[in-house]
């Protein structure tokens, strides 16, 4: 039976990917993240042991703990998270409740590399429009939502990368570029284990506004005028980002949500008088 500081692994893939999504914090331990090294999109992993030193980072936040099978650890964890003044419930069932659902799962390998902060770092080209505000989205709600990106001089993004441990995204001749007929976001949603219909649907759009494909997808002009009014709006790449996550917010929920919805005016006539 539920416990009354428990999620469901199909509640919880209902937050994954919006806003309001809580921190997802996986515990499990070191030989079982080997055999299973794939994470919940979102999901940091923390020591069970050290819980004490790092909860309070959690205060005033609502957090989901996971762990193997949704036990002692997570139960612990979320414990000493609520003592810390989080909101913390831990994933019924655990790793494996989510992983025997098919839900998305993130391959640890396919991660860049952490700073000292526990952050993703990557870099790209500066003056964004499409596919460079569309990843880094995708990244912030599905891979790691304290990930960093740095906007550089097109001609500096590899060395960057290199000097300051930043992963180069939407550039040429890198791994997380475009590939043939495919826009990065694609390959993003791709190699990260993320090819749920709605992101699917989203990444096709995003295709269609960054590849001047407007045939495969009626919404892209929609998306690439609305990110073209963004960059005029914004002279600095990091306010642009922020609009930007919330135009992708509203991409997403409609792609997930609303695709057979209509609307027209008046939207609701009222009904003809019938005579006696």
């Not at 005033?60 to 949704?70: E, F, L, M, Q, S």
């Not at 992983?99 to 003056?127: E, M």
């Not at 791709?190 to 506004?209: H, N, Q, S, W, Y």
């Not at 949500?257 to 008046?266: C, I, K, L, Q, S």
């Amino acid at each position: 039976m539920s416990s009354i500081n428990s999620i469901s692994p199909e509640k919880l893939a209902r937050l994954t990917g919006t806003p309001k999504c809580p921190a997802l914090i996986d515990v499990r331990l070191a030989d079982d993240l080997a055999a299973e090294p794939k994470f919940v999109p979102g999901a940091c992993h923390r020591d069970h042991a050290s819980v004490a030193d790092w909860a309070s980072e959690f205060a005033g936040r609502a957090a989901v703990v996971i762990c193997k099978r949704g036990g002692k650890l997570s139960e612990g964890v979320a414990a000493w998270l609520r003592h810390a003044g989080a909101s913390a419930d831990v994933l019924e069932g655990g790793h494996e409740a989510w992983a025997n659902a098919k839900l998305p799962l993130v391959p640890a390998a396919k991660l860049p590399p952490r700073d000292r902060q526990g952050r993703t770092l990557w870099v790209t080209r500066s003056r964004p429009k499409v596919d460079r505000i569309a990843c880094p989205w995708l990244i912030r709600r599905f891979v790691d939502p304290s990930a960093i990106f740095l906007f550089v001089t097109a001609s500096e993004v590899e060395e960057v990368g290199q000097r300051f441990g930043a992963a180069p995204f939407d550039i040429e001749n890198v791994f997380w570029s475009h590939r043939g007929e495919l826009c990065t976001f694609d390959v993003m949603v791709e190699e990260f284990g993320l090819d749920t219909e709605p992101l699917k649907r989203l990444a096709t759009i995003v295709r269609a506004a960054d590849t001047a494909r407007p045939d495969l997808s009626p919404e892209a002009p929609g998306l690439l005028a609305a990110s073209l009014g963004l960059s005029r709006m914004y002279s600095d790449d990091l306010e642009q980002l922020d609009a930007g996550l919330a135009l992708y917010d509203a991409f997403y929920r409609w792609s997930r949500d609303a695709t057979d919805e209509t609307h027209n005016w008046p939207s609701h006539k009222a009904k003809a008088k019938v005579k006696a």
